[in-house]
């Protein structure tokens, strides 16, 4: 199993720009990642999925643009970039994983079973 420890996060006025880290345990390129957040009342929303052994990466409109995720393989450590930040963007955010798995989507998001600690993101207007 991969263990997961997510830092940054903080606070911004909208237009501003945060960095959110993961650090795993094992290889991440093992792994499908996604970056998820989740807001009192509101559905918890992935808004980057990934395989980290490739480019390919799937933003949700909503952040598409704004937020770049990216990752160091050295360190085993996966960035969340946040530029252009909205009050609409506060919400405390995840890092979750799953075993990467042939024929197992990595955008099939029911079955991430490793999740970080979360960081909460708030955003001022």
């Known amino acids: 199993q991969v263990q997961l420890v997510e830092s940054g996060g903080g606070s911004v006025q909208a237009g501003g720009s945060l960095r959110v880290s993961c650090a795993a345990s094992?290889?991440?390129?093992?792994?499908?990642f996604g970056w998820f957040r989740q807001a009192p009342g509101l559905e918890r929303e992935a808004v980057a999925v990934f395989w980290p052994s490739t480019l390919w990466t799937y933003y949700p409109d909503s952040v598409k643009g704004r937020f770049t995720r990216s990752q160091d393989n050295a360190k085993n450590t996966l960035y969340l970039q946040m530029d252009s930040l909205k009050p609409e963007d506060t919400a405390t955010y995840y890092c979750?994983?799953?075993?990467?798995?042939?024929?197992?989507?990595?955008?099939?998001?029911?079955?991430?079973?490793?999740w970080g600690q979360g960081t909460q993101v708030t955003v001022s207007s």
């Open positions: 094992r290889d991440i390129n093992e792994y499908c």
């Open positions: 979750a994983a799953k075993r990467f798995k042939m024929g197992n989507s990595c955008l099939d998001q029911g079955d991430y079973n490793y």
